[in-house]
């Protein structure tokens, strides 16, 4: 059981170019969320999917957009990178929103 | 506003001494709480929960506290050990209409052998 996967690992980009981040899950949970890490400010929310078929933003959501694109996938993309942007990066899943994450290993993006 | 906050940002304890990591929080509104631990170069491991109706609940060499009265929320590790060694972070959930979670900033936890 894989739980929740991330890739890539690492990534370095330029400023300007764009990627996706890549999440999936295997625990047909049904809430599935991005968040970014910074140095001393906590997980900070992306945007989520409460269920298939639905997204919202989050606390951080300028410059990013989602796609869920199945129960099982939600990915993060990048339209024009930006060095604000340089974070590690996580996905995670849940039942119902209601408990407990499983969260992915991350993704440590840097932009230059 | 709302907060997840901590006490102490680091804290060292020799092994096999027990740890209390403290949290603080914000809105009264909060139902749900979990402790997360994160290794270095890892994504957040669910540690143990307790929900708004509890005072305590314990895990293996864990246990949670949580004092409604005073937003407080700790974290006991019973007989540290090196592997314990993390940062250890809560987080709050509340019922917004939809489900919100707050997660503190984290605590680094280092054990000497």
């Known amino acids: 059981n894989a739980g929740v996967t991330q890739t890539p690992k690492f990534q370095v980009l330029k400023t300007g170019q764009s990627m996706t981040l890549q999440c999936a899950q295997d625990?047909?949970?049904?809430?599935m969320y991005w968040y970014r890490q910074d140095p001393g400010m906590g997980l900070r929310l992306i945007y989520y999917?409460?269920?298939?078929?639905?997204?919202d933003k989050g606390e951080v959501p300028n410059g990013y957009n989602v796609s869920r694109l199945n129960k099982r996938e939600f990915s993060l993309r990048l339209e024009s990178a930006a060095p604000s942007q340089t974070s590690v990066y996580f996905c995670?899943?849940?039942?119902?929103?209601?408990?407990?994450?499983?969260f992915g290993s991350g993704t440590r993006l840097t932009v230059v | 506003g709302e907060s997840v906050g901590l006490h102490l940002p680091t804290l060292s304890v020799q092994e096999g001494d027990n740890s209390i990591i403290n949290c603080a929080y914000s809105?009264?509104?909060?139902?749900?709480f979990i402790w997360y631990k994160q290794e270095s170069g890892k994504g957040p491991q669910f540690i143990i929960d307790?929900?708004?109706?509890?005072d305590k609940r314990q895990g293996q060499r864990v246990t949670v506290l949580l004092n409604k009265t005073v937003k407080h929320l700790s974290l006991q590790i019973a007989a540290t050990q090196p592997g314990d060694s993390a940062v250890y972070f809560c987080?709050?959930?509340?019922?917004?209409?939809?489900?919100?979670?707050?997660f503190g900033a984290g605590t680094r936890l280092f054990v000497k052998a």
């Open positions: 809105n009264s509104a909060s139902d749900y």
């Open positions: 987080a709050e959930t509340l019922n917004t209409g939809g489900f919100k979670t707050i």
């Open positions: 995670a899943s849940s039942e119902a929103g209601r408990d407990g994450y499983t």
């Open positions: 307790i929900r708004s109706n509890m």
């Open positions: 625990m047909n949970h049904n809430s």
């Open positions: 999917s409460a269920s298939e078929g639905t997204t």
